[in-house]
């Protein structure tokens, strides 16, 4: 039940115990495809820049740039994109609601990819890369936040990290699809890489007619003092997955919550929270996010390019040797997922940071000695992403975790534009520079930079880790506008 005290605007709900109570269900399939969808085009993107980078730095594309260009300003000028979108979207979300924004950034998203491929000069193609990362920044923060505060807390670390983890389906697409649009003998030079932008646009229109029955969070319209809405949103869920399974919904075994209702945080709370209340998290969070941006950035959009300059593999097959990375980075994420509710976070999230670091390295000799090919080089990195890719979702996971509902989705944004923009910045700038010139010793020197770096990640994890497993997001960072009762005695 949920109770409102008149005078003091004091709420008292089980809603989140209820939520985290419930079994998995259709109920929740419904809100993974309308959400965690979003993840899908940002693979998409990402991986179609790549691709197209070499396509569109040849004579005959319809834009006079180099692929050096496009694989390290482009791909900065969407990460940077992508922050100022987290930021500003994240602040957004915890004021105006999960629902609200995710709409909207999926439609900022929708703009930026279809002018991309309208691209008519470099001005033009690089302004839109930045509005194209603005609206998937702004995706992370508040799809990250709802997904988080609607599966029950058994099932919060699997689903979270799987849904990561599709990513990779997107990147999958994204290869599949350039290796027959960048083929000139099917489409001329100046169209098929325009094709692979307006595929966004379709799949993004799909995903924006499911998103409308997706519900707000309860536990935002809770915190917000509107109470009924988030009870209809419960007794609703209750009903159907009861109707589903033929048994009543299990009761809760967590305690209610006593809060205040509040309209918004100030940003001066916000950065209290995070430095004062949470010093030992954020500099968790912001190790995680700088690691593996640094490293994601930088091979998905430098990848094609180290292909063509160090192995001498053509423009549009390159997209065959992306399409296999992409496939171990799907799987790693699908298999591995389950271990972070049985295992824990600590295990998990340190192990699938360290491990890939110290296989990383290895690839990076054999890269140094010459003993890799085209072929084997894609079997490395499809090794060392199986595990990686797991790990690099866990860091959206941690963060959505282990802060206050209150600063949830701008805790998000902070630490993805803090650690993308030194990793995802930094990252494809400092891969392109090494790898250009397709020098074995300065690529191996690029990829043993982006291992050091995830091992370090590991080991800040391991020491700072939440135990978050299978406890409800107000267990794991009670709400700021908490109030102590004689039940919490």
């Known amino acids: 039940m949920t109770a409102v005290a008149d005078s003091s605007a004091l709420i008292t709900s089980d809603i989140p115990a209820r939520l985290d109570a419930l079994p998995f269900s259709r109920w929740h399939w419904r809100i993974l495809v309308g959400l965690g969808t979003v993840w899908i085009l940002d693979g998409l993107e990402v991986t179609i820049v790549g691709n197209v980078a070499g396509r569109i730095g040849q004579p005959g594309s319809g834009l006079?740039?180099?692929?050096?260009?496009?694989?390290?300003?482009?791909?900065?000028?969407?990460?940077?994109?992508?922050?100022?979108?987290?930021?500003?979207?994240?602040?957004?979300?915890?004021?105006?609601?999960?629902?609200?924004?995710?709409?909207?950034?999926?439609?900022?998203?929708?703009?930026?990819?279809?002018?991309?491929?309208?691209?008519?000069?470099?001005?033009?193609?690089?302004?839109?890369?930045?509005?194209?990362?603005?609206?998937?920044?702004?995706?992370?923060?508040?799809?990250?936040?709802?997904?988080?505060?609607?599966?029950?807390?058994?099932?919060?670390?699997?689903?979270?990290?799987?849904?990561?983890?599709?990513?990779?389906?997107?990147?999958?697409?994204?290869?599949?699809?350039?290796?027959?649009?960048?083929?000139?003998?099917?489409?001329?030079?100046?169209?098929?890489?325009?094709?692979?932008?307006?595929?966004?646009?379709?799949?993004?229109?799909?995903?924006?007619?499911?998103?409308?029955?997706?519900?707000?969070?309860?536990?935002?319209?809770?915190?917000?003092?509107?109470?009924?809405?988030?009870?209809?949103?419960?007794?609703?869920?209750?009903?159907?997955?009861?109707?589903?399974?033929?048994?009543?919904?299990?009761?809760?075994?967590?305690?209610?919550?006593?809060?205040?209702?509040?309209?918004?945080?100030?940003?001066?709370?916000?950065v209290r929270t995070l430095v004062r209340r949470y010093p030992r998290r954020t500099v968790l969070g912001f190790s995680l996010f700088v690691g593996q941006s640094f490293l994601y950035n930088a091979i998905t959009f430098g990848y094609a390019t180290i292909l063509i300059k160090l192995f001498g593999v053509s423009a549009d097959r390159t997209g065959y040797y992306f399409a296999i990375i992409a496939a171990g980075n799907l799987i790693g994420p699908l298999v591995l997922a389950p271990l972070f509710d049985s295992l824990g976070r600590r295990l998990m999230v340190s192990g699938l940071h360290v491990l890939p670091g110290v296989?990383?390295?290895?690839?990076?000799?054999?890269?140094?000695?010459?003993?890799?090919?085209?072929?084997?080089?894609?079997?490395?990195?499809?090794?060392?992403?199986?595990?990686?890719?797991?790990?690099?979702?866990?860091?959206?996971?941690?963060?959505?975790?282990?802060?206050?509902?209150?600063?949830?989705?701008?805790?998000i944004g902070v630490f993805y534009a803090a650690g993308t923009g030194v990793g995802g910045a930094i990252g494809p700038l400092v891969f392109a520079s090494l790898t250009k010139a397709g020098d074995p010793h300065k690529v191996a020197l690029a990829f043993a930079i982006g291992g050091v770096l995830i091992i370090i990640s590991g080991l800040i994890s391991f020491w700072l880790a939440v135990p978050a497993e299978r406890r409800g997001l107000e267990a794991v960072a009670r709400p700021l506008t908490a109030v102590e009762t004689a039940a919490d005695n």
């Open 359 to 411: 296989l990383l390295l290895v690839t990076a000799l054999l890269t140094r000695d010459g003993v890799l090919d085209a072929a084997t080089m894609t079997l490395a990195w499809s090794v060392v992403l199986f595990f990686a890719s797991a790990g690099a979702s866990s860091s959206y996971l941690t963060v959505s975790e282990i802060f206050p509902m209150e600063t949830r989705s701008i805790s």
């Open 64 to 270: 006079h740039l180099a692929a050096s260009s496009i694989s390290g300003f482009g791909a900065t000028d969407y990460v940077i994109g992508a922050c100022s979108g987290a930021l500003f979207f994240g602040w957004l979300t915890d004021r105006l609601g999960r629902k609200r924004l995710f709409m909207i950034t999926l439609g900022v998203y929708l703009l930026g990819t279809a002018m991309t491929g309208l691209s008519f000069a470099p001005w033009w193609f690089f302004v839109f890369r930045f509005v194209t990362g603005f609206g998937i920044g702004g995706e992370y923060a508040s799809i990250n936040s709802a997904i988080d505060e609607l599966i029950p807390a058994a099932r919060r670390g699997a689903v979270d990290v799987a849904v990561n983890g599709t990513y990779w389906a997107g990147a999958i697409g994204g290869a599949l699809l350039s290796i027959v649009a960048l083929n000139p003998s099917v489409l001329p030079g100046d169209i098929g890489w325009r094709v692979c932008f307006g595929l966004g646009v379709v799949l993004g229109f799909s995903i924006l007619l499911v998103r409308r029955s997706v519900p707000e969070s309860p536990r935002w319209l809770l915190m917000h003092g509107r109470t009924e809405e988030a009870e209809a949103i419960v007794a609703d869920a209750e009903r159907a997955i009861a109707a589903s399974t033929g048994a009543p919904v299990p009761a809760p075994t967590e305690p209610s919550i006593t809060f205040r209702a509040h309209r918004s945080v100030s940003i001066l709370t916000v």
